[in-house]
DNA sequence: CCGCTTTTTTACCATTTGGTAAAGTCACGA
DNA sequence: TCGTGACTTTACCAAATGGTAAAAAAGCGG
């Protein structure tokens, strides 16, 4: 009927889809949805601006594909914890990861911070149907090794809040911690060696 | 010359002053500096857009007065530890505070974390002159208390980070917290619990 | 109640913003 | 190489936005 939506994207639609994320990353990450215009996202993406309606039909397309996108790679590294190995170790190397997505994507940090911040008006639905039943099995997940005496009784929720917490801080708070901690190369090294013995600490039974 | 600068503001001019102060606060700490709009905060003051220029040269005058206001009541509850009482006790006291904080002021909050989140354009000069000075010198205040081993051996700063990281995703992430653990009045209780337990096992020698 | 100051409203304005129409230009298979 | 569909540009537009000028209305001390 209308648009056959193509089978296969060109190569053009690849590449220029792919700058235009790119840059209305920056852009959304920074000014949040309301602050950041198609004009700069634009500017960004080196495209004009009918150029850029050409591939997304407007300006919350755009933010709705990118927060599609990051929902499978932020979940992921919580998905990896599992009920297989020692539930220290588990925890630590989750903790280990999402450290390093901070330090990797941190712009997509706070493409969610501040989607989160203002509200979560068009990510409640990922919410609800995406990150709520994985979080709660993972709670339950943390509530059998506790019950087990495999880990130091503590709160799952609170536990997996206190980790996303500590470790998302670092991405999005970034412009403050360059003023308090200057020599960021050093960071991120005693970052983890930090987090890595508060937790250990914590759960250590 | 100009502006004599009343030296007793009305109570017409208190009056309104704080009213536009409180909308803005909405507005800023949701939507962001370019996000939030004049005639929005101009609706939520119940006040025109003309009449609220009355009162402030401009939309970035507002968001300025909101942030100097801002850094006093942020920094209080860090400067309020001193190496008086027994250090253990006076770092969960700060931590109490400082969640108390985020419970009684989400909005303040949020609108320091937008600001931040987004480079921390108009704050850049307090975090320099404000927080910096005595994030250096309470970091040195606890380094004093590990190298006395009156609490365990621990990085200060990344202890005052992690503080703050875990008592504001409280506030900032409400949004986020809302749809995982819906039970929002319990939940300010057990977070307590946990960050207690939590630093208390982090800090106990 | 008067006159003067403070406050508020009305009527604007230039720029920015998200978005569209339609005319071009490009790329690539026949 | 030429036609056709994919892509890009130019020229717009209506609404929203930050801000201003000046008239109108309140307050208020005397």
Redesign the pocket.
Known sequence: MDQPR?KS?????RQ?RKRILDAALDTFSQHGYRG????QIAEAAG?????I???F????DIHVTLLNRLMLTWLEPLERMEADGEPLEELLDYIRRKLKMSRDFPRESRLFANEILQGAPRMAPHLETGLKPLFDRKCQLIAGWVSAGRIAPVDPGHLIVSIWATTQHYADFEAQLAVLMPDRDAQWQSAQAHLEAMFRKLLTP
Chains 1, 2 share one sequence.
């Open positions: 193509q994207p060109s190569r053009i639609q220029n950041a215009t198609l004009d495209l004009s601006k009918p150029n309606l050409y591939y039909t407007g300006k919350e």
